[in-house]
């Protein structure tokens, strides 16, 4: 009841920054259309934001994967199962994952050599948040990252705590 969320990320920041890397995903598929994969729940924020800014025509799907780990449940480590799948096919398209946050990097590690199976003619990742600290996998390149942040738990802007947060307007770090 008594929890106190002190702000890490401003929406004014987010704000500009999403602006900015809108205008880079523009000028870089200038010419072409792009396909926001959404990884949900986290990244519907951001996808959305994103999207409303990016200047060449965007279409929309969505994907809800889950990672078990292999040893003690508290890291990704494991196998990522797709809980929900895209509706559309992406032979051709050209992709731009969205993610929310990337930590360890072990479900993108393990979720790109997927998608590249389906064929797409190119296949990127944005991210609004990245821990590298904490990266274990070296095969993970983010190509457009809102922020570069510390190794602190986070909520906010589509990331939870539990499934609570998610509709903070700014990214924040709960105060015990
Ligand atoms: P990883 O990169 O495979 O370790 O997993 C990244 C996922 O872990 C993100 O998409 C989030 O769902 C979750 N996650 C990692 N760090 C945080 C955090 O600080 N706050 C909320 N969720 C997080
Ligand atoms: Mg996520």
Do not use: H, W
Not at 64 to 69: D, R, T
Not at 94 to 117: A, C, F, Y
Not at 129 to 137: A, F, N, T, Y
């Amino acid at each position: 009841m008594n929890t106190k969320i002190s702000v890490m990320i401003s929406e004014e920041e987010i704000n500009k920054r999403v602006c900015e890397i809108a205008e880079q995903i523009s000028k870089d598929y200038a010419g072409k259309e792009v396909r926001l994969i959404c990884i949900l729940k986290g990244s519907v924020f951001y996808t959305c934001e994103l999207a409303k800014r990016i200047t060449i025509p965007v279409t929309l799907d969505f994907m809800s994967v889950s990672s078990y780990g292999s040893g003690d449940g508290t890291k990704s480590s494991g196998v990522v199962k797709i809980a929900k799948d895209l509706d559309e096919t992406l032979e051709g398209k050209n992709v731009l994952i969205v993610e929310d946050i990337i930590d360890s990097g072990n479900t993108l590690s393990r979720l790109i050599p997927m998608l590249k199976e389906r064929k797409p003619a190119s296949l990127k990742i944005t991210t609004l948040l990245d821990k590298p600290d904490r990266r274990e996998v070296d095969d993970v390149t983010v190509d457009y990252v809102g922020f570069e942040i510390e190794d602190k738990f986070v909520v906010g802007y589509g990331l939870d705590y539990d499934q609570s947060y998610r509709d903070l307007p700014y990214i924040g770090v709960i105060e015990q």
